[in-house]
């Protein structure tokens, strides 16, 4: 994304640049407190970058802010050749070159939480960087205030000794691996997880896998999360009792699926799936982290999987309006069971003085083809609401904030809906608290919807509320062929020179009130509302009950 880029070019320049300032200033001045105070700046601006970049290399930076720092050390002393600030130096050297090193192997290690076991060696490798940081800072600190040589070098050594360890630990794991798997892989074969929720994805991206876990739970079976990006494990450990396991590598998943695992459920196409998929005996079922018309709801890698867990009839005919031949005997219509707390309001409610509207701008996609998000144009629409006295949910799409286009354009919303908070009294919601809320309880404190092409008008569909689709291809009467589900909803023009007309059937009119009540059953499964979730729990335990007389998973070759 254009402004994760952004920032991690904005802390690269940083840190590199005041490394080098430092490290000039340090060696060819003699201003040496300035020096001292900028490698300091450098080391916290080195500090950022780690959490902007975490793969970032930092050895030219760290070897040029101990160098500068050193430097000022032995100014600052003035006593000649000291031996312990040259052991100082010596040892920093040596943190300096293998602290990278030791990370990158850390890295390579299984990790896990929600399980019994203390695999202390990859999170001590993981914070090298970060205390070697704080090494050099100490050592400023100490050449500032003129400390013995001494004092630098025995907190050195203490980093050292930390390192040593570590690298002793790596390198035992690595030639002399326990027979049958180290502790993770124990620990799971005693937990017997009979399926595994597989999950790999850019970072933000947690929420596809939150949805999935309260239903996960309700199968009633024990069962793991294996993640491939280590920024996961927390969130998802503390969304879950589950063991969540961390693979970074195939070796990794080799040892952490267990021969009780049957049955692997994915959210996404993600690129990685395939390093699951070559298990061939286990049974490979795609979930999806949400239902809609959009062109990646239709993606031809589904024919991969054994089976595909839709919502209702419409998505299966979406594969085929997309020309992707999938055998249908995959197709498993289980309903959306995330709706099932959704209240549905069967009369339509129609002339509502001051209707609540949640309104939900998607992202712009990672393609031009896949770029359905109407903010640029939603500053008419929102106008146009809150002059018919609507309060509004602006509930934007996690990723929203990583375009800095896309983050303007909300900004100047949320600031347009401040100022008629101010004026009007009325309670809009927007920014933090908007995503404080569930969708579902957007939903249910809504009355109408206006969104973009996305999953949330399916689940808004549920509630059997009116919802309006903008149409920003100004594709005109080929918006609804290409987004059936638009059909039952007023479209908005991308130029607003419809709004008056859609906003009046949308909250007044709603002559479409009928046509929505089919609508959802093609896209949402015609399952009791009483018993909603249990049509997914149904064709999970299915599946787990089928997969259970086959013999223990096997990976094919990678």
């Known amino acids: 994304m254009r402004g994760d880029l952004v920032r991690k070019l904005a802390a690269r320049c940083l840190s590199t640049g005041l490394a080098v300032l430092a490290f000039v200033v340090l060696a060819l001045t003699g201003v040496t407190g300035w020096g001292l105070a900028l490698a300091v700046a450098a080391l916290a601006a080195a500090a950022v970058e780690q959490r902007v970049r975490p793969g970032a290399d930092l050895v030219a930076e760290t070897a040029l802010i101990a160098a500068a720092v050193l430097v000022g050390y032995a100014r600052r002393l003035d006593d000649g050749f000291d031996p312990a600030l040259a052991a100082t130096a010596l040892v920093l050297l040596g943190l300096v070159l293998l602290v990278g090193p030791l990370r990158t192997a850390g890295n390579l290690e299984i990790r896990a939480a929600n399980l019994p076991v203390r695999a202390w060696t990859p999170l001590i490798a993981d914070r090298l960087g970060v205390a070697l940081l704080g090494l050099l800072a100490a050592v400023a600190v100490a050449a500032a205030l003129a400390l013995p040589a001494a004092v630098a070098l025995a907190a050195s050594l203490l980093v050292a000794a930390g390192a040593g360890a570590v690298a002793l630990d790596l390198a035992r794991r690595r030639f002399r691996p326990t027979a049958g798997g180290g502790q993770v892989a124990r620990a799971l074969r005693r937990h017997e997880p009979e399926f595994l929720l ?49 693979c970074p590598t195939l070796r990794a998943m080799d040892e952490a699926l267990v021969p009780s695992l049957r049955v692997a459920f994915y959210v996404n196409h993600g690129a990685k799936n395939s390093h699951c998929i070559r298990f061939t005996q286990l049974t490979h079922v795609q979930l999806h982290h949400g239902d809609s018309d959009k062109a990646p709801s239709a993606n031809p890698v589904s024919g991969i999987f054994d089976r ?49 509207v949640l309104y939900t701008p998607t992202w712009t996609g990672h393609h031009a083809d896949a770029d359905y998000c109407s903010l640029p144009v939603a500053e008419a629409l929102l106008r146009r609401l809150v002059e018919r006295g609507a309060t509004v949910i602006l509930r934007a799409h996690p990723y929203t904030a990583q375009n800095p286009t896309s983050a303007r354009h909300l900004s100047r919303l949320t600031e347009l809906l401040a100022a008629d908070r101010a004026r009007s009294g009325r309670q809009h919601v927007t920014g933090a608290a908007a995503r404080e809320l569930s969708l579902t309880e957007c939903v249910n404190r809504s009355d109408a919807l206006i969104s973009d092409v996305s999953g949330v008008i399916s689940d808004y569909l549920y509630s059997g509320k009116p919802y309006a689709v ?41 002559p479409l009130a009928d046509a929505r009540w089919v609508t959802r059953r093609r896209y949402l499964g015609d399952f009791p509302a009483e018993s909603y979730a249990e049509g997914f729990l149904t064709a999970a335990r299915r599946e787990l009950t089928s997969a259970r007389e086959l013999p223990a998973p096997a990976p094919a070759p990678a």
């Open 470 to 510: 903008t149409d920003m291809g100004d594709e005109g009467d080929r918006f609804t062929e290409r987004f059936p589900l638009a059909g039952s909803g007023y479209v908005l023009r991308r130029d607003m020179s419809n709004v008056d007309a859609v906003l009046t059937a949308l909250l007044d009119t709603d």
């Open 308 to 356: 595909i867990f839709v919502a209702g009839p419409a998505a299966i005919d979406r594969y085929a309006r997309a020309g992707v031949q999938i055998p249908a005997e995959k197709f498993v219509v289980v309903g959306r069971p995330q709706v099932e707390s959704i209240e549905v309001r069967q009369e339509p409610t129609r002339g509502l003085a001051h209707p609540t």
């Open 198 to 246: 597989y999950f790999s994805a850019p970072p933000g991206s947690e929420y596809q896998v939150t949805m999935w876990l309260p239903y996960l739970e309700r199968i009633d079976r024990p069962f793991l999360v294996l993640v491939r990006e280590p920024e996961f494990l927390a969130p998802l450990a503390a969304a879950t009792d589950a063991p969540v396991v961390y």
